[in-house]
């Protein structure tokens, strides 16, 4: 199976999922992937009669057919109705199908959406086992045809799976020929010793770069290496605005490091970035 030969793309008709859809499609399209839109209907209420229930499922199964099908038209789509709990339906037919990413906006509502996480992203950036893409920001995806990745930022916290994420931001370099920057953000200066900043950079820095150099020869990766103090989503999101980066890749498996487990850090890095996060 190729780097992404399945994508995910979960809808429930918002204009958040029509640009999740359009990133799904550029990325197919360069991919030759499937792509496939699921949308999760939740079980029929218990006071709905049995042929009001028909009605409305042929209904929504009719509204999935025709989402953006002419806007998609030219890549491999395969629409599925299934029924259960979103969440849990997603990641078991992630799982199921073995997709190779899932690509779903975060749900955050109004001037706050940056602050807020959806519950069903949330749960799906826990539990699943493929990489993940997902962004406060994918309403605002360009209509196709979509401009291609140019600048791609990985974030690692040097844990266990930072290696695994930035092959992954790798395959997607490849895939775009885009230029690659790999990014460590370290622990900010105390203030009690903003004097031995020098020092900092000496033994703080150079020790990071050290290892980005090591991370970089064992993975084969081309890219350049930036090393920043501070609180690490602010220093992420910081760097892909000056980047101009198109999309950022962390690491969500590590049992330790900054990030955790989808851990407090990811979830910020998600919410402050200025372009779509994949957390693998």
């Known amino acids: 199976m190729g780097f992404l030969a399945r994508i995910l793309a979960p809808v429930e008709f918002s204009e958040r999922c029509v640009g999740a859809a359009r990133y799904a499609k550029l990325l197919a399209g360069h991919s030759q992937a499937e792509l496939v839109l699921l949308h999760v209907l939740a079980p029929a209420p218990l006071e709905m009669k049995a042929e009001a229930w028909q009605r409305h499922k042929a209904q929504v199964e009719q509204h999935l057919n025709d989402f953006l099908s002419a806007e998609l038209s030219g890549i491999a789509v395969r629409r599925v109705l299934s029924e259960g709990q979103p969440a849990s339906t997603i990641v078991t037919y992630a799982h199921e199908q073995a997709a190779s990413l899932i ?19 949330a ?41 695994t994420a930035l092959r992954w931001a790798v395959e997607l ?10 990014l460590h953000a370290t622990l900010a200066i105390p ?21 980005l150099k090591k991370l ?4 084969g990766a081309s890219a350049q290496l930036l090393v920043e103090a501070g609180e690490p989503a602010q220093v992420i999101a910081a760097a892909a605005g000056a980047l101009g980066a198109d999309v950022v890749v962390i690491g969500r498996g590590s049992a330790a490091g900054g990030f955790g487990r989808l851990r407090s850090n990811a979830y910020a890095v998600i919410r402050q970035s200025p372009c779509p996060v994949v957390s693998v």
């Open 103 to 121: 690509l779903m906006p975060t749900h955050g509502f109004g001037p706050f959406r940056r602050f807020i996480l959806g519950s069903n992203t």
């Open 123 to 163: 749960k799906v950036l826990h539990d699943a086992d493929c990489p993940v893409w997902t962004g406060a920001h994918m309403e605002e995806a360009p209509p196709t045809p979509a401009a291609p990745i140019a600048n791609i930022l990985c974030a690692v916290d040097l844990g266990p799976q930072s290696a």
């Open 173 to 182: 370099q490849k895939q775009f020929a885009a230029r690659l920057t790999l």
């Open 191 to 211: 203030a009690m010793v903003k004097s031995s900043e020098a020092n900092w950079n000496v033994v703080v820095r150079d020790a990071a770069e050290k290892e």
């Open 216 to 219: 970089r020869q064992e993975t």
